[in-house]
């Protein structure tokens, strides 16, 4: 990993791991634990798993350059700008679901979005947008806006028994509070970009985990019915914390709680 990305996720780390000159359940031991792991993350066997499985089923790099029409050389921006719309599959896609068009094009059964072999392939692609820019464009095109609005209502939208939505816990009012021990962020701070950092290595879980699935823990966590992974609500949300992202560096994989 290059030492500016190193760097940029040390800063996020440690601001996402104190607030107001206090822990949240973080000893110096486990920060220790942290810091050592920024060196050596976990995810980093998973992200070569990611590398052969591109190459087995997808052509590697070049197959992927050639399925989204772009050369090798555009490809890391290219990415950096996902979730996207492509014409080929009528719909604002993310990268995991470009690996499942590619695989079925070349005669393979494409692995489940919550596999952990698509976790990997998928995380193996965004690395190859680290250092760049977020450059998600929500007004390329209509796909795009209706996209964006969809997940900022689905990211607004209170549901459940409990009525609670994705902004209960990072609202402007809310931001800095703590939750289970740990301060509420604030998604759109380019300190922390959310949507630049994921996929991440989960402490607490121990496994490597897409944006998306987080989502979705978050979902279950609030008592809420889960959203399918790959849905256009699902999709959607990535789009509109990806766009809150936008210009922020990009450095895959995260290290998160």
């Not at 766009?243 to 922020?248: F, Q, R, S």
Request: glycine share 8%; with cysteine; charged share 20%.
């Amino acid at each position: 990993m290059k030492t500016g990305i190193k760097i940029a996720l040390s800063i996020a780390l440690l601001s996402s791991l104190s607030f107001g000159g206090e822990q949240f359940a973080m000893s110096d031991a486990d920060r220790a634990m942290y810091a050592e792991m920024l060196e050596n993350n976990p995810a980093d066997i998973m992200v070569e798993n990611g590398n052969e499985l591109l190459q087995k089923f997808c052509g590697g790099d070049a197959g992927l350059a050639a399925f989204l029409n772009v050369s090798e050389d555009e490809l890391p921006a290219y990415i950096a700008g996902f979730p996207r719309y492509l014409e080929d599959f009528k719909q604002v896609v993310g990268v995991d679901q470009v690996l499942q068009g590619l695989m079925h094009k070349n005669g393979h059964k494409p692995f489940e979005l919550k596999s952990s072999n698509m976790f990997d392939m998928s995380t193996y692609v965004k690395t190859l947008a680290n250092g760049e820019k977020s450059n998600i464009d929500v007004n390329a095109n209509q796909h795009m806006k209706d996209a964006y609005a969809l997940g900022k209502l689905t990211f607004e939208q209170k549901r459940g028994g409990r009525g609670l939505a994705c902004l209960s816990c990072h609202a402007p009012a809310v931001i800095g509070g703590v939750l289970r021990t740990q301060p509420l962020p604030d998604l759109s701070n380019k300190g922390v970009a959310v949507a630049a950092t994921w996929p991440a290595y989960r402490m607490t879980k121990s496994s490597l985990r897409t944006l998306q699935r987080r989502f979705q823990g978050c979902m279950k966590n609030a008592l809420l019915k889960v959203i399918p992974l790959g849905s256009p609500e699902m999709v959607a949300l990535e789009v509109y914390l990806t766009d809150e992202a936008k210009g922020t560096e990009i450095a895959v994989p995260g290290i998160k709680r």
